[in-house]
């Protein structure tokens, strides 16, 4: 939010509606600006974040200069400070989830490559089925995470845009200056610009969060198969073996699947915490009424789960344990007799292959 502001003094300074020494003095402000939490929380109360949060930098500001701190959040609304402080937050949480979807399916890719030619049983409705490759099935999850890498970057480069429209979301504080002092704002932050402010249209951030909760799912669809995958009964994979991870308190035999099961929590949650920013998208008239102001909190949990979930997943299969000859024995002992035909799971392998690498 402090960042914001500083942006908003120079932004209007560059168009000739605020002394450059006094924009300069602002900036130097928001930089070094130091805020009293609890307070903000307590003052929050009483209906936005914002009104306590302007009035104390504006009293940092007053200190250096009475002059520069009349100009403190001039032309600016409470939800374009809060919206765009919540956006370039936003910003690097989709730039580290993004990494890490390209390690999920990084390490996806190579099981696929691997195990392209290794046997395994199908399994459908719990049950076995036909022998199919253990790649064949990676490459199904590998499928799932250049679809779910594909949708959050789309969502998230629609997202975070630059919130700014002033109290009524037409700019009408700065004039015909006002698309000027926008274009100019949206570049100090490195934030695209929108022509039209977003105060009261949510789609996008509803957009970004289900395809954070699919992202999440597809997580946890993963760590479904591998925990199943883990059970000492099956013993056909498991999670790569480490220190203090997958123990249990009482029963030091046990080896639990600690990261699917992260990842399984995460899966549970997401679909929740979408449907609140599905919900908010019904605000009335130009500034809603409980809608937009918790979806800070919505976001915060659903970039935090779906991140957990898929680096759980990452960790695991980047050093997931392959047992091939438990596979060949359950193929053996359940499908006796089977001829090992897997049809066109070659082509499917590579056309999986061939789509990861696209993205």
Known sequence: MARFEG???RASAREGLLATAHAEIISRVCERAQFDAAALAQEGRTGTLAIPFVKQLTAQVAGVSSEAARHVHAGATSQDVIDTGAVLCLKPACARTDQLILRLGN??????????????AARTLLQ??????????????????????TATR?????????????????LSSFGERGPAVMV???????LQATPVPWHSARD????LGAELAILAGVAGKIGRDVSLLMQPEVGEAAEGAKAGRGGSSSMPHKRNPALSMLALEAAQRAPGLAATLLAQLTPEHERGLGQWQSQWFTLRELVCASASGTAAMADALESLEVNEKAM???????????????????AMIEAALAEWAAT
């Open 154 to 170: 789309s969502a998230a480069a629609g997202a975070l845009l630059l919130q700014f429209g002033g109290p009524s979301g037409t």
């Open 107 to 120: 390490a996806a890719a190579e099981l696929t490559r691997r195990h392209a030619r290794t046997p395994t």
């Open 7 to 9: 942006a908003l003094a």
């Open 128 to 149: 076995p089925a036909l022998p199919v490759t253990f790649g064949w099935k990676a490459a199904v999850w590998l499928s799932m995470i250049a679809r779910s890498l």
């Open 204 to 207: 996008r951030f509803a957009r």
């Open 184 to 190: 100019a704002l949206a570049e100090e932050l490195e």
């Open 328 to 346: 060949r024995a359950s193929l053996e002992s359940m499908l006796p007799g089977q001829r090992l035909e897997f049809g066109s799971a070659a």
